[in-house]
């Protein structure tokens, strides 16, 4: 009998979901052949974890898999000494990610072992054949992929429909798209109802008042989707799509479709000359109609100077003020909304003006002249309705003359007045004054960290508190979680397979939720109320392996 004891591990994974509702399945087949390895072992000291690392219906090109992270995580902890695979392209089948992998074990001084294949990773030559045997499967899967692709390409050349959501105004029947006749007519009623309005925001309010809904996508593996109200987006998307004239489009290309087109050329052909008059009439005159006011003036939390950027979507153009990139120097960009900032520097100077105290005492000596008062007090109650609701063409002038600097910190926007320029602005001879101090302002802010920027979060105009932001997605996940929580305590006989079976939902998607359904009420709370951190997010909450203690469960997601 062996001294040492080796801690062992299971770990399994398929890629796709099929077959994965089954009572024993291809990932109970791999633990029990790996199972019964490590039970073959016991003279050399392994011992089974009886926990299970399972990634069911995940890829093996990418490390973003929870069962991996979980099983890397307690290797990394000390409490995993072997990793058992039944082949090694289960673990990873990307070289980069394997070498990411095996810097882990190595540190945690642990190894893994392929149990339908042999060899030794300790010799340069074990890891030699190690490294052949990643190119190949890495090689397959890239190949395969190739393969798909072509596949559906020509697929889609020949005008097959290869799946995807299916648009309104169609089913699906033997992998063939057919018309549906009242949700066809439905979609010609919207194009109609387009030409006659010519706004989408118009057409999405009428359409909701009438009860019409989104269709309803059903799905083999999860719930079910669509069945809501109409978006701008979903609207804009359906206006535009060529499937309704009988087209198929791969890679802004289109090819004659098998199925049956449900919308006339000649309603069609006018219902894109509209949405490319107005989506390019609308581009223009916001580009004309807000430039940016803080140019020269704006500097990031390093003191570095920033500038103007915008991303363009239909008919939408988004500013942005981002740190000037001849300037970086290996600490990350700033990026802050152009529009929120500069309602924001405008309403605070507003405020100002509209504080006749503060205003007495910019006036120093003249605020005895009752009569230079009631200038000045009548004067800047113009000049903050300007800067509160006017054009830019008002409020350019009073933010040149005005502002000196607007400084971006970690917690607070600074701004920087010139009091002579104030004073100039509001009529008032600057001889009167003696005030030449600049004026220090400042709001609050939040800096949150978003890929390789840090972005800012700034409070609504006139808000000096941040306010909440809800995420819907985060409440329905939720919200998913506690119903599936729910169904498992009305069937305390059954296993999560069978419920799953039952329900047919993913048996990997119901564990997940069984676990958030755990999540301590006071969180549960905050992000109902939007209150959560900027960093936990749907992908994010999924991704962490939560304790059951609700005080650690806090410090993982970031509320402590």
Same mark, same amino acid.
């Given at each position: 009998?062996?001294?040492?004891?080796?801690?062992?591990?299971?770990?399994?994974?398929?890629?796709?979901?099929?077959?994965?509702?089954?009572?024993?399945?291809?990932?109970?087949?791999?633990?029990?052949?790996?199972?019964?390895?490590?039970?073959?072992?016991?003279?050399?000291?392994?011992?089974?974890?009886?926990?299970?690392?399972?990634?069911?219906?995940?890829?093996?090109?990418?490390?973003?898999?929870?069962?991996?992270?979980?099983?890397?995580?307690?290797?990394?902890?000390?409490?995993?000494?072997?990793?058992?695979?039944?082949?090694?392209?289960?673990?990873?089948?990307?070289?980069?990610?394997?070498?990411?992998?095996?810097?882990?074990?190595?540190?945690?001084?642990?190894?893994?072992?392929?149990?339908?294949?042999?060899?030794?990773?300790?010799?340069?030559?074990?890891?030699?054949?190690?490294?052949? #045997?990643?190119?190949?499967?890495?090689?397959?899967?890239?190949?395969?992929?190739?393969?798909?692709?072509?596949?559906?390409?020509?697929?889609?050349?020949?005008?097959?429909?290869?799946?995807?959501?299916?648009?309104?105004?169609?089913?699906?029947?033997?992998?063939?798209?057919?018309?549906?006749?009242?949700?066809?007519?439905?979609?010609?009623?919207?194009?109609?109802?387009?030409?006659?309005?010519?706004?989408?925001?118009?057409?999405?309010?009428?359409?909701?008042?009438?009860?019409?809904?989104?269709?309803?996508?059903?799905?083999?593996?999860?719930?079910?989707?669509?069945?809501?109200?109409?978006?701008?987006?979903?609207?804009?998307?359906?206006?535009?799509?060529?499937?309704?004239?009988?087209?198929?489009?791969?890679?802004?290309?289109?090819?004659?479709?098998?199925?049956?087109?449900?919308?006339?050329?000649?309603?069609?052909?006018?219902?894109?000359?509209?949405?490319?008059?107005?989506?390019?009439?609308?581009?223009?005159?916001?580009?004309?109609?807000?430039?940016?006011?803080?140019?020269?003036?704006?500097?990031?939390?390093?003191?570095?100077?920033?500038?103007?950027?915008?991303?363009?979507?239909?008919?939408?153009?988004?500013?942005?003020?981002?740190?000037?990139?001849?300037?970086?120097?290996?600490?990350?960009?700033?990026?802050?909304?152009?529009?929120?900032?500069?309602?924001?520097?405008?309403?605070?100077?507003?405020?100002?003006?509209?504080?006749?105290?503060?205003?007495?005492?910019?006036?120093?000596?003249?605020?005895?002249?009752?009569?230079?008062?009631?200038?000045?007090?009548?004067?800047?109650?113009?000049?903050?309705?300007?800067?509160?609701?006017?054009?830019?063409?008002?409020?350019?002038?009073?933010?040149?003359?005005?502002?000196?600097?607007?400084?971006?910190?970690?917690?607070?926007?600074?701004?920087?007045?010139?009091?002579?320029?104030?004073?100039?602005?509001?009529?008032?001879?600057?001889?009167?004054?003696?005030?030449?101090?600049?004026?220090?302002?400042?709001?609050?802010?939040?800096?949150?960290?978003?890929?390789?920027?840090?972005?800012?979060?700034?409070?609504?105009?006139?808000?000096?508190?941040?306010?909440?932001?809800?995420?819907?997605?985060?409440?329905?996940?939720?919200?998913?979680?506690?119903?599936?929580?729910?169904? #498992?305590?009305?069937?305390?006989?059954?296993?999560?397979?069978?419920?799953?079976?039952?329900?047919?939902?993913?048996?990997?998607?119901?564990?997940?939720?069984?676990?958030?359904?755990?999540?301590?009420?006071?969180?549960?709370?905050?992000?109902?109320?939007?209150?959560?951190?900027?960093?936990?997010?749907?992908?994010?909450?999924?991704?962490?392996?939560?304790?059951?203690?609700?005080?650690?469960?806090?410090?993982?997601?970031?509320?402590?």
């Amino acid at each position: 009998m062996a001294d040492k004891v080796f801690r062992c591990a299971v770990y399994t994974r398929k890629s796709t979901e099929d077959g994965l509702e089954q009572e024993f399945n291809s990932l109970d087949a791999q633990y029990a052949a790996c199972a019964a390895y490590a039970l073959s072992q016991q003279h050399e000291g392994w011992v089974l974890n009886p926990e299970r690392y399972d990634d069911g219906g995940f890829s093996g090109g990418n490390m973003q898999r929870p069962g991996l992270q979980r099983i890397m995580a307690d290797v990394a902890a000390g409490k995993v000494d072997i990793i058992l695979l039944y082949k090694i392209d289960r673990l990873t089948r990307s070289l980069a990610d394997f070498a990411k992998i095996v810097e882990v074990l190595d540190k945690a001084e642990a190894s893994f072992v392929s149990i339908t294949q042999s060899f030794n990773t300790t010799t340069s030559m074990g890891r030699l054949t190690l490294n052949m #045997l990643l190119s190949f499967a890495q090689f397959e899967r890239e190949v395969t992929g190739e393969r798909i692709r072509d596949k559906i390409a020509a697929s889609k050349r020949r005008g097959m429909w290869m799946g995807g959501r299916v648009p309104l105004g169609y089913d699906v029947i033997d992998r063939r798209l057919v018309v549906n006749e009242p949700d066809a007519k439905l979609v010609r009623h919207i194009m109609q109802r387009y030409l006659a309005l010519g706004s989408v925001v118009e057409l999405v309010d009428e359409l909701n008042r009438e009860g019409r809904r989104t269709k309803v996508q059903e799905m083999t593996s999860g719930p079910h989707r669509g069945g809501c109200a109409f978006r701008r987006g979903t609207l804009y998307h359906l206006l535009s799509n060529p499937i309704y004239r009988g087209k198929i489009v791969h890679k802004s290309e289109c090819f004659d479709g098998e199925h049956e087109s449900i919308v006339a050329e000649e309603l069609w052909n006018d219902v894109q000359a509209v949405l490319a008059d107005r989506a390019q009439g609308h581009s223009r005159r916001l580009k004309a109609k807000h430039p940016s006011l803080l140019v020269g003036k704006l500097l990031d939390g390093e003191g570095r100077a920033m500038t103007t950027n915008h991303a363009c979507k239909p008919g939408v153009r988004y500013r942005y003020y981002n740190t000037r990139t001849d300037l970086l120097d290996g600490t990350p960009a700033w990026r802050v909304s152009a529009h929120d900032l500069e309602q924001l520097v405008c309403t605070r100077i507003a405020e100002l003006l509209t504080d006749q105290h503060a205003l007495c005492e910019l006036l120093c000596d003249s605020s005895d002249d009752a009569q230079i008062v009631r200038k000045v007090i009548d004067a800047s109650d113009v000049m903050a309705a300007q800067l509160r609701s006017g054009s830019f063409i008002t409020r350019a002038p009073i933010v040149e003359a005005v502002v000196a600097q607007v400084a971006l910190q970690d917690d607070s926007i600074d701004i920087t007045l010139r009091a002579r320029g104030l004073l100039a602005a509001l009529c008032v001879d600057v001889e009167l004054g003696v005030a030449t101090d600049p004026i220090q302002l400042s709001c609050p802010a939040t800096k949150v960290r978003r890929g390789h920027q840090l972005r800012l979060v700034i409070p609504a105009p006139g808000n000096h508190v941040l306010p909440a932001t809800r995420d819907e997605k985060l409440i329905t996940l939720v919200a998913e979680a506690h119903a599936v929580g729910r169904l #498992l305590k009305a069937n305390p006989d059954k296993s999560i397979a069978s419920i799953a079976a039952g329900e047919r939902r993913c048996r990997s998607r119901l564990t997940q939720l069984v676990a958030l359904s755990c999540l301590a009420p006071d969180i549960v709370t905050a992000i109902v109320e939007g209150r959560q951190p900027q960093s936990l997010t749907v992908r994010s909450l999924l991704g962490t392996e939560l304790p059951l203690a609700w005080s650690e469960q806090r410090a993982a997601l970031g509320f402590s």
